[in-house]
């Protein structure tokens, strides 16, 4: 049967659950512990795929085609197993769920209420999340005491009471700020938060506290008196230079040895090497290697966050330190055009809409004429396709539908918009703008003597989509002789899924988001290639 370790997190939000489950898992993974992770997102959409990024940041996807929460990118990093459908649960999935069921006459008549219907389903999703696996983290969203959270908490409170004592484990992650003026650190707001969690029914065993620096004994002593929590189970989260020391740190604090002992589980031998070995890595990386992120949501750096990772992976994979400059397309113009020069490569990521689109075309037409490597995804591949549709074919006007419908040279648009109704995967109307992309990891096969084919190695390969238009099938056969060729394909030749250009440093764009297979350890074929080439070019 699975033990449960609960991550809650109190005082100020963003304090770091996502990283703090990602790490703990890592650290028993790398025992030999079949482990799961799952997340609790309080808000009421069905999942966050129609949230702006600048709100929530990016939306990840999974193989299997779900739209979730970015904090599952970290625990596919860090962990290395694959997440799913089950492993993001938002209110809006759980009451959807319950609204069916009564519609259906399952609860045969009853008062549906919070208690015990959405809570029941609650558990039920989390038992459904982290089955066959010895250890399931669950981390619950939002901050202790916000009133959309209340049913996940009273849901995880049921589970430790229907459970034996040694299979249900409670952390608890918050703050301890630091006054300047006399430099105190004040455990105030952090006794605050216990005592909130505590009200509702759930006691923390192991306490993560937030701080520029390690805390000393006394504070620990004075925290663990005033919450009611073992002085051994107070633990510092101080901050770190990159999120990869983090489980470096707990490991050194023997937070997973104590939870072990708590949790009752065989003890298995601790691993942390290939955390030490990447971090020693990063740390010696010094050539630096100038990136320039040509997107849409800019000021918000999480908007793009495994993007981000992505690149950092790359970079350590080839000894560099990277700097990513983040530039508003909308800012991106004729008049200004050379700002770009300072680069030594360009990435234009994915994006919904035409706000700054112009720009981007703009960026991907300078990067190609004056050999700066390219790495589009997703839009930015449709990109390229405009650009060189409008500059070497002479399509005056080239567009994808998406920017504008009476385009005379729809190069990129709906499947269901092509003139020869060839069958694509597009489900729904556009209406309906929660399901009508294609989602998750479908498969690619790569054509020989290319660019992209040298990088996998293989014939077929399989990456994660997050898209609703294509590369207009009517149109391929007029970049035939040309310098753009269609490297990479799904189906019978019927989806373009990857162009690079010939006569080029290195120019690669691609219909699926790599981003979403990156590890730390490895990095990813394409990632690792562009910054190599963006080094060496510069």
């Known amino acids: 049967m699975a033990r449960y370790i609960f991550i809650t997190g109190g005082v100020v939000s963003s304090l770091g659950k996502g990283i703090a489950a990602a790490s703990l898992a890592s650290l028993f993974k790398l025992r030999g512990y079949k482990v799961s992770l799952q997340k609790l997102d309080p808000y009421i959409n069905l999942d966050p795929g129609t949230m702006s990024p600048f709100q929530h940041g990016e939306v990840y996807v999974t193989d299997d085609g779900a739209e979730t929460d970015l904090d599952l990118g970290h625990y596919e990093r860090f962990v290395g197993i694959r997440m799913s459908q089950n492993s993001n649960v938002t209110a809006g999935r759980v009451y959807s769920n319950v609204i069916k069921k009564e519609r259906e006459g399952k609860y045969l008549g009853s008062t549906v209420q919070v208690i015990p219907h959405v809570t029941d389903e609650i558990k039920h999703l989390i038992k459904k999340g982290s089955s066959n696996v010895d250890i399931s983290f669950i981390e619950v969203g939002g901050t202790v005491g916000d009133i959309e959270s209340l049913p996940f908490l009273e849901a995880i409170r049921q589970l430790n009471m229907e459970m034996n004592d040694s299979h249900t484990l409670f952390i608890h992650l918050t703050l301890l700020p630091k006054v300047e003026v006399t430099n105190e650190i004040k455990t105030k707001p952090t006794q605050h938060s216990v005592k909130e969690l505590r009200s509702i029914g759930i006691q923390p065993d192991v306490l993560l506290c937030r701080a520029k620096d390690t805390i000393d004994e006394n504070t620990k002593n004075k925290i663990s008196l005033f919450t009611n929590v073992n002085k051994d189970a107070v633990f510092s989260a101080q901050d770190a230079k990159s999120i990869y020391e983090i489980p470096i740190f707990y490991k050194n604090q023997k937070v997973d040895e104590y939870i072990l002992k708590k949790l009752k589980v065989?003890?298995?031998?601790?691993?942390?090497?290939?955390?030490?070995?990447?971090?020693?890595?990063?740390?010696?990386?010094?050539?630096?290697?100038k990136i320039g992120m040509v997107g849409k949501y800019v000021d918000l750096a999480d908007s793009y966050k495994s993007?981000?990772?992505?690149?950092?992976?790359?970079?350590?994979?080839?000894?560099?330190?990277?700097?990513?400059?983040?530039?508003?397309?909308?800012?991106?113009?004729?008049?200004?055009?050379?700002?770009?020069?300072?680069?030594?490569?360009?990435?234009?990521?994915?994006?919904?809409?035409?706000?700054?689109?112009?720009?981007?075309?703009l960026t991907a037409n300078y990067a190609r004429i004056n050999n700066i490597p390219y790495l589009g995804i997703c839009l930015g591949m449709q990109i390229s396709v405009i650009e060189f549709a409008r500059n070497i074919l002479g399509l005056k006007n080239a567009n994808s539908t998406e920017f504008d419908l009476k385009t005379p040279h729809p190069v990129v648009s709906l499947v269901s918009e092509w003139e020869d109704n060839i069958k694509g995967t597009i489900k729904g109307n556009i209406d309906e703008l929660g399901g009508t992309m294609r989602l998750g990891a479908q498969k690619c096969t790569l054509i020989n003597n290319s660019l992209v084919h040298s990088l996998y190695k293989k014939n077929i390969i399989?990456?994660?989509?997050?898209?609703?238009?294509?590369?207009?099938?009517?149109?391929?056969?007029?970049?035939?002789?040309?310098?753009?060729?269609?490297?990479?394909?799904?189906?019978k030749k019927e989806l373009m899924e990857v162009l690079e250009i010939k006569n080029h440093p290195w120019y690669l764009a691609c219909q699926f988001h790599p981003e979403f297979t990156s590890s730390p350890i490895k990095g990813h074929p394409l990632f690792n290639s562009f910054i190599k080439s963006s080094y060496e070019t510069k």
Do not use: M
Not at 323 to 335: C, G, L, Y
Not at 462 to 491: A, C, M, P
């Open 266 to 289: 065989p003890y298995k031998k601790s691993v942390i090497r290939p955390w030490v070995t990447f971090t020693n890595k990063l740390n010696k990386c010094k050539r630096k290697v």
């Open 307 to 361: 993007l981000n990772e992505s690149l950092l992976h790359a970079s350590v994979q080839n000894n560099n330190a990277i700097e990513i400059d983040f530039i508003d397309s909308e800012d991106i113009a004729k008049r200004n055009i050379k700002k770009l020069n300072k680069l030594h490569g360009i990435v234009v990521p994915g994006g919904f809409g035409n706000r700054g689109v112009e720009g981007k075309i």
């Open 462 to 491: 399989t990456e994660r989509h997050r898209h609703r238009y294509e590369v207009n099938n009517k149109y391929v056969n007029q970049f035939n002789n040309t310098d753009l060729i269609f490297s990479g394909y799904s189906g």
